[in-house]
Structure formats: C-alpha cells, structure tokens
C-alpha cells in the first residue's frame, strides 16, 4: 500500500522556523514530482510548492516565495519543506502530495494533478 507520511509540524511563534518531511513507501519516489499543499480551517487546499522529480526544479505560491524551500533526497525517498519567517497565516494542516506528468508542462497547483497523498502535519503559528 502506498503511504506518505509527514512529521515535523507543530506550534512555532511569528518569524520561527519549522521542517516538515515527507517519506514515501511503495511506490517508485524517484519517478514523482512531488507538492506540499495546506489547508486552513474553512479553507480550499492550496498549493505551497513543488519539487521536480530529480530536485532541481522547484515552484512556488507567491504567498510563500523567499520564505519556504524545497527539497528531497531520493535515497532516502525523503521529501522536505523548509519554512523560515513564519507568519500566523501559515497556520495549516501541510500535505505532501506525489504526481506524475512532465514538471514544466503538468498544472502543480491542482490538487486533481496528483496521485498519492498524505495525511497531514499540523502548523500553528502563534505566539
């Protein structure tokens, strides 16, 4: 059964830091793009960024740039985000998300664009 599971969330004041990660288990990692995507209470989920399959093309929400960084480690079929400067409206629930389809070309911000998801990690910012 395919699984993605994320950790590393959790209550940081304004302007913290946290790194969620994502590790993915049956399926083939390295052939994904993968996403981050978050949903506030009363909220559609959005998207926040998205790596390329090989780690070298990353994309992001405008709300995000400069502040968030993507990145993965295929070996360890290991997908992070980190988060700088965070702001109370980052407050979310942050899923990872697995897609298929050329990086430049596929919508990354439809959640429809991908395959395998996963449960969730908490982010509460507050002080």
């Known amino acids: 059964q395919v699984r993605l599971v994320e950790s590393g969330g959790g209550l940081v004041q304004p302007g913290g830091s946290l790194r969620l990660s994502c590790v993915a288990s049956r399926f083939t990692f390295s052939s994904y793009h993968m996403g981050w995507f978050r949903q506030a209470p009363g909220k559609e989920r959005e998207f926040v960024a998205a790596i390329d399959w090989t780690g070298t093309l990353t994309n992001y929400a405008a709300s995000v740039k400069d502040r968030f960084t993507g990145s993965r480690d295929n070996a360890k079929n290991t997908v992070y985000l980190q988060m700088n400067s965070l702001e109370p409206e980052d407050t979310a629930v942050y899923y990872c998300?697995?897609?298929?389809?050329?990086?430049?070309?596929?919508?990354?911000?439809?959640?429809?664009?991908?395959?395998?998801w996963g449960q969730g990690t908490q982010v509460s910012v507050s002080s």
């Open positions: 998300a697995a897609g298929t389809g050329a990086f430049t070309t596929v919508n990354l911000k439809t959640p429809a664009s991908y395959t395998y």
